[in-house]
């Protein structure tokens, strides 16, 4: 499909897509609560099934700083519930 407008931000791309700009492909964590509210509406949805994975990087659990292992902690079961919705 041609494309005309590309951003490699979500909240970009979802209110290019809230302003009538043409098809987005979001995660749903991005749409939900306009889906929700009927502000977007869902096409293509059997079309355009995969994943996407979030990698953590870092030289190692015993080499991180503190500031790295603490954030991980508290986003790692965050991300998890808001991939599981």
């Not at 407008?5 to 609560?33: K, P, Q, S």
């Not at 994943?51 to 790692?76: N, S, W």
């Amino acid at each position: 499909m041609p494309t005309r407008i590309l951003a490699n931000n979500g909240e970009t791309v979802r209110h290019m897509a809230l302003l009538g700009l043409g098809l987005a492909r979001l995660a749903d964590y991005h749409v939900r609560d306009d889906l929700r509210e009927g502000r977007l509406v869902a096409v293509l949805d059997d079309a355009l099934v995969d994943t996407e994975e979030i990698h953590a990087v870092y030289t190692g659990r015993d080499r991180a700083p503190r500031r790295v292992r603490a954030f991980l902690d508290h986003m790692t079961p965050r991300l998890r519930a808001m991939l599981a919705d």
